[in-house]
T-cell receptor, first 115, second 108 residues
Framework: NAGVTQTPKFQVLKTGQSMTLQCAQD?????MSWYRQDPGMGLRLIHY???????DQGEVPNGYNVSRSTTEDFPLRLLSAAPSQTSVYFC??????????????FGAGSRLTVL | GQQVMQIPQYQHVQEGEDFTTYCNSS?????IQWYKQRPGGHPVFLIQ?????EVKKQKRLTFQFGEAKKNSSLHITATQTTDVGTYFC????????FGKGTKLSVKP
């Protein structure tokens, strides 16, 4: 049981490049989400999904795209990387979005640097 | 908007001293969760509190949920160097509302 798997762990991009952060979970969780973590800012929600085919914006969605074609996978796409997107990104999933079943399991994180 | 304020932002303690972090919500919560993130690591779930006035213990860690379900605390008795990390709360009210965390450092 791998839990939540994120790749890559580290990535360096140049301004304007695009890339995709991969996230996969094998727990049959309905809810998946992406966060970015910056010093002093805590975890901020980028996008989330409550099930396959359904996505919605979080607190800081600009510059990012997501899709949820399967229950297992929830990739995060950076369309045109900017230095402000330098951060640590975490994918997290939970059984459900509903209270009582919304304990999050986090991936190991992806550290992204944009030059 | 909905907020969960967490204090203090940083806490430096001598090994063996106690530590407490507090979370306060502007609105009533359905439940509150606590997570620990070791330096360089990812958040790991510690516990979930659901009932008004609930108190739960995990070895040296004591978690409380206020009577009004708007505040919560995590208390660590006799800290050890293994307790180092950031502790943050997550309030649930339909959506999840994250506290910014308390970074704990422990001096041996």
């Amino acid at each position: 049981n791998a839990g939540v798997t994120q790749t890559p762990k580290f990535q360096v991009l140049k301004t304007g490049q695009s890339m995709t952060l991969q996230c996969a979970q094998d727990m049959n969780h309905e809810y998946m989400s992406w966060y970015r973590q910056d010093p002093g800012m805590g975890l901020r929600l980028i996008h989330y999904s409550v099930g396959a085919g359904i996505t919605d914006q979080g607190e800081v969605p600009n510059g990012y795209n997501v899709s949820r074609s399967t229950t297992e996978d929830f990739p995060l796409r950076l369309l045109s990387a900017a230095p402000s997107q330098t951060s640590v990104y975490f994918c997290a999933s939970s059984y459900s979005y509903n209270s009582g079943a919304n304990v999050l399991t986090f991936g190991a994180g992806s550290r992204l640097t944009v030059l | 908007g909905q907020q969960v304020m967490q204090i203090p932002q940083y806490q430096h303690v001598q090994e063996g001293e106690d530590f407490t972090t507090y979370c306060n919500s502007s609105t009533t919560l359905s439940n509150i969760q606590w997570y620990k993130q070791r330096p360089g690591g990812h958040p790991v779930f510690l516990i979930q509190l659901v009932k008004s006035g609930e108190v739960k213990k995990q070895k040296r860690l004591t978690f409380q949920f206020g009577e009004a379900k708007k505040n919560s605390s995590l208390h660590i008795t006799a800290t050890q160097t293994t307790d180092v990390g950031t502790y943050f709360c997550v309030g649930s009210q339909g959506n999840l509302i994250f506290g910014k965390g308390t970074k704990l450092s422990v001096k041996p």
